[in-house]
Structure formats: structure tokens, C-alpha cells
């Protein structure tokens, strides 16, 4: 079975700290993702990534940075944490092919405080 | 832009019951779309997915059809039970994207014993 594993379940931070949230996939996929889930507003993308040292915006990348330096393993940075920024984060990996489907983490509920 | 809705938000059916929940999407252009379950406060759990050439797909007492051409998917339950409770996500990926997936915001099913 495809494996994504978060390192964290929950998370409580103060404002202003720099806050790293990582995820790592055992299925050699050169796919990975961020999403945040808050009430009402759904899943929406902030970053991805399709390659080693490659990333791409998704629809809401203010405030974060992402880090991908292995295959397996793929970095989400809050530079400097706001309490906009309490949510439910989701980390998924995926193959490159229309036959793939997604797969996703058990998420992080980061609070700010 | 691609924009995917599903209807209804939320369902209540007594256990045994046949079920349809429907989902619709804007831009006919896409790659594949994806069902996933949502248990509260976990992550997504893949259901099915169905490429843009295929008309359905089934697993178990799941089966989910795609329209593409008029923008619609059902995903079809037979025989509900209360441990079918839970919030169904579509998500499709579109044509040339490096895989990221556009979302519905769900149904939160509810099966009563």
C-alpha cells in the first residue's frame, strides 16, 4: 500500500515562528503536493512539486515556502506563522500518469496561537 | 477556470439504502477525476478514479460513472451502511497539469442504523 506519512497529527505554534511540517512518500512518486482545508472554503493547493529542487505555486502560496531536496520527502515552510494560517494541512504524492491517483497523509492540524 | 461542485452538501439516509452522490465540473478538458472518503479530522482516502477515456469504474459496493462532455460523475453506494458515513470529495485533474487536482467541497453522508 501507498505510504504518505506527516510527521505531525497536531500542531500548536506561536505567531511569528518559523514552522516546518514535512511529509514523506514510500511510492517513488515524482509528484508531491500541499493543500490546506479550512469550513467552507474545501481543499486548496499551495504548492507542488514534480521533481527534486522543483516547485510551482499553487492557488494560495503567500506566506509559505516548500523544500524538496529527496525524491521521498517534501518540506512545508510558514516563514513567520499568523493565525490566518490555522488549518488542516494535507500532503499527497501522485505518479505522473492519468491512471494514478492521488494519495494522501492522515494531515496536520496546526494552530497558531 | 475549472470549477467542480457536488450536491448535495450534506445527506441523511437509514442504513440499507441505495445512494447516489453527484458531483459536476465546468471545463471538459480534464485528465482524469478522483473520488475519495474523508472520516472527521483524517486525511483523504482514494475510492476511484476514473480516466477521461473511461465511462465508470467499481470497487466493492462502489461504483462511480463519468460524463465527461456534460461535466457530470456519480458515485454510486449500494446497500448503505452506518460505517459508510462520511465526506465524499471529488477532484479532477486537468489536461496538461503537472497532476494537481481541482475539488468539490463534498458531501457529508450520514448512514442511521
Known amino acids: 500500500d501507498v505510504k504518505v506519512t506527516q510527521s505531525s497529527r497536531y500542531l500548536v505554534k506561536r505567531t511569528g515562528e518559523k514552522v516546518f511540517l514535512e511529509c514523506v512518500q514510500d511510492?517513488?512518486?515524482?509528484?508531491m503536493f500541499w493543500y490546506r482545508q479550512d469550513p467552507g472554503l474545501g481543499l486548496r493547493l499551495i504548492y507542488f512539486?514534480?521533481?527534486?529542487?522543483?516547485?510551482e505555486k499553487g492557488d494560495i502560496p503567500e506566506g509559505y515556502s516548500v523544500s524538496r531536496e529527496k525524491k521521498e520527502r517534501f518540506s512545508l515552510i510558514l516563514e513567520s506563522a499568523s493565525t490566518n494560517q490555522t488549518s488542516m494541512y494535507l500532503c499527497?504524492?501522485?505518479?505522473?500518469?492519468?491512471?494514478?491517483?492521488?494519495?494522501f497523509g492522515d494531515g496536520t492540524r496546526l494552530s497558531i496561537l | 477556470k475549472q470549477e467542480v461542485t457536488q450536491i448535495p452538501a450534506a445527506l441523511s439516509v437509514p442504513e440499507g439504502e441505495n445512494l447516489v452522490l453527484n458531483c459536476s465540473f465546468t471545463?471538459?478538458?480534464?485528465?482524469?477525476l478522483q473520488w475519495f472518503r474523508q472520516d472527521p479530522g483524517k486525511g483523504l482516502t482514494s475510492l476511484l478514479l476514473?480516466?477521461?477515456?473511461?465511462r465508470e469504474q467499481t470497487s466493492g459496493r462502489l461504483n462511480a460513472s463519468l460524463d465527461k462532455s456534460s461535466g457530470r460523475s456519480t458515485l454510486y453506494i449500494a446497500a448503505s451502511q452506518p460505517g459508510d458515513s462520511a465526506t465524499y470529495l471529488c477532484?479532477?485533474?486537468?489536461?496538461?497539469?503537472?497532476?494537481?487536482?481541482?475539488f468539490g467541497k463534498g458531501t457529508k453522508l450520514s448512514v442511521k442504523p
Open positions: 499527497a504524492s501522485g505518479g505522473t500518469g492519468g491512471y494514478q491517483p492521488q494519495h
Open positions: 511510492m517513488d512518486h515524482e509528484n
Open positions: 512539486s514534480y521533481d527534486v529542487k522543483m516547485k
Open positions: 471545463d471538459s478538458a480534464i485528465y482524469n
Open positions: 476514473i480516466q477521461s477515456s473511461q
Open positions: 477532484a479532477v485533474r486537468l489536461g496538461g497539469s503537472q497532476g494537481n487536482l481541482i
